[in-house]
């Protein structure tokens, strides 16, 4: 009897599910936003009645280009609603998507699965009839089997319940392209059930061509945290090779550039700078080791800690640069810092390079202010003792140095002639070579960047005309190779 009722309402599920998703982070909210425009009723939930208020009054809660703009499209269909109440939704959807965060546990490299956890059997307590639970969140490989068995025996649909595993691989600033339009899809499934539910309520971005890997659940959450691992690792490559670089005068930007010829290698996530953060990859790098250990693989991921540990030698080696930029000494220096947020286009500063460099010079007695077209609310959050500039002019008034962390177009696109009128010395870190290094040096800026030879800063104030023509013309020597050779540009990143 039971089987009968759960291929009878099984097909409802296949055919016109209805949907809600659990967390409206910045997963969650963008996943709701898209499934509604792609035609579905939509149901966000979460714990945080701020967020729920702000999204069901048509506001994102963070800051996402294009996102905003498809809330607003979404809302005005009437498919998508948001709620607090857990009950509602476990009687509205037919498909759950967890998209709660699984953040890294205090003293401890593991995630933080409470709330992954917290979503799944609360909403498994209140499901009566046939649905698909399916985990969007970043885990532990062994979470999904674990839940799949937790859901099914404590809720009332039973084995009409199941749990599938489908990560997510959107990155922040580019979450709507990403969700629509994904590189690929993966589902974790236990049965041939869960699969068909998954290509269902999925058609309409397999039409377009996505290539799809089904697989088991252990593999797909495996897929999710070797993507960004890999990733991470191709990031601390690149600035191990920086390291190198620095010890032998030679030059990382040129390296990389000629690496990136080699198709088999690619110029993707190989930008030299001050190294990854986020949300993601510095806790995904961490959680995977201690879940290796667990299962017993633990040396074959050892090398990530030397992933991380060269990520964080950028932030130090971007302090050591900015006290050399200041003549040897931070203590009362008045310093400009471009920049809070973990990338260009969030305001997420979770985990950021850039805050956390700005919070160091802070620390060794600088005179710090900080600059983020978006990022300041949140990093205030953090660092409330950390002086915030409401302008790039502000922040750069009387700066002694400036120090570029984040890559927003705004501080690539300003003009170096008239920062340098601003400042009360033209000396600068582009942390994330990231600026035109020629223009710099020609507007009379004392121009270092990580990994890339540069002469001494001279001792004075303002560096002497004859100090900048030095500069010029080692400058010219240093990219002249580049020009001559066909130039591969290095992709933007997000
Ligand atoms: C990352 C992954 O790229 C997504 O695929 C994944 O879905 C997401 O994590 C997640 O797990 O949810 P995201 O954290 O948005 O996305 O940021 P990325 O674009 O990966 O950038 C991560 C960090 O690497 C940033 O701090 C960025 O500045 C840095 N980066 C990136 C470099 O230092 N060099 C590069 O060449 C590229």
């Not at 699984?102 to 490299?109: I, N």
């Not at 290796?292 to 693989?297: H, K, Q, T, W, Y």
């Not at 900015?322 to 008045?334: D, I, N, P």
């Not at 160091?360 to 990093?379: F, I």
């Amino acid at each position: 009897m039971r089987t009968d009722t759960h291929h009878l309402t099984a097909a409802r599920v296949t055919a016109t599910p209805r949907i809600t998703v659990v967390g409206t982070g910045y997963l969650g909210a963008t996943h709701a936003i898209c499934m509604a425009q792609l035609g579905y009723e939509v149901l966000g939930v979460d714990v945080d009645t701020a967020k729920i208020d702000a999204l069901r009054s048509g506001r994102v809660p963070f800051h996402e280009p294009g996102l905003p703009e498809a809330l607003d499209q979404a809302m005005s269909t009437g498919r998508l609603d948001f709620t607090t109440d857990f009950s509602r939704a476990a009687q509205f959807g037919d498909i759950h998507f967890l998209c709660v965060g699984t953040p890294q546990k205090p003293g401890s490299q593991a995630a933080d699965l409470r709330f992954v956890e917290a979503a799944a059997t609360q909403l498994a307590a209140q499901i009566t009839g046939p649905a698909l639970i399916v985990g969007k969140s970043t885990v532990p490989v062994g979470t999904a089997a674990m839940l799949r068995e937790r859901v099914r025996t404590l809720s009332p649909a039973g084995r009409a319940l199941d749990l599938a595993w489908n990560p997510e691989f959107l990155r922040e600033g580019f979450a709507v392209q990403d969700t629509l339009h994904p590189d690929r899809l993966v589902f974790g499934v236990a049965s041939t059930w869960a699969e068909q539910v998954l290509r269902g309520v999925y058609r309409p971005i397999l039409e377009e061509g996505t290539p799809v890997v089904v697989s088991d659940l252990a593999t797909s959450e495996l897929v999710k945290v070797a993507a960004n691992s890999f990733l991470a690792t191709k990031i601390s490559y690149i600035n191990a090779m920086a390291e190198v670089c620095e010890a032998v005068d030679a030059d990382v930007g040129d390296l990389a550039r000629a690496l990136a010829h080699d198709d088999r290698i690619g110029g993707r996530f190989l930008r030299p700078g001050l190294g990854f953060g986020g949300g993601c990859l510095p806790k995904d790098i961490r959680a995977f080791q201690h879940r290796a250990r667990e299962i017993g693989a633990g040396a074959a991921v050892r090398f990530l800690e030397d992933v991380d540990a060269i990520n964080a030698r950028r932030r130090s080696r971007a302090v050591e640069l900015v006290r050399e930029l200041a003549g040897g000494s931070l203590l009362g220096v008045r310093i400009a810092a471009l920049g809070a947020a973990f990338k260009p286009d969030s305001d997420d500063v979770r985990d950021s390079p850039a805050l956390d460099v700005a919070h160091r010079l802070r620390r060794e007695g600088a005179d710090v202010v900080v600059y983020d077209p978006e990022a300041a609310e949140n990093a205030h959050r953090v660092h409330p003792d950390l002086p915030l500039a409401a302008s790039l002019t502000e922040a750069m008034r009387g700066a002694q140095v400036t120090v570029l962390l984040t890559e927003w177009d705004e501080f690539r696109e300003a003009r170096p002639e008239s920062l340098a009128a601003l400042v009360a010395e033209p000396r600068i870190l582009d942390a994330r070579d990231a600026l035109d290094a020629r223009g710099y040096t020609r507007a009379g800026w004392a121009y270092r960047t990580l990994g890339r030879p540069f002469p001494p800063v001279p001792s004075a104030a303002h560096p002497t005309s004859a100090a900048v023509a030095v500069r010029e013309e080692e400058l010219e020597l240093c990219t002249a190779a580049a020009e001559d050779a066909e130039p591969v540009p290095l992709p933007a990143e997000p």
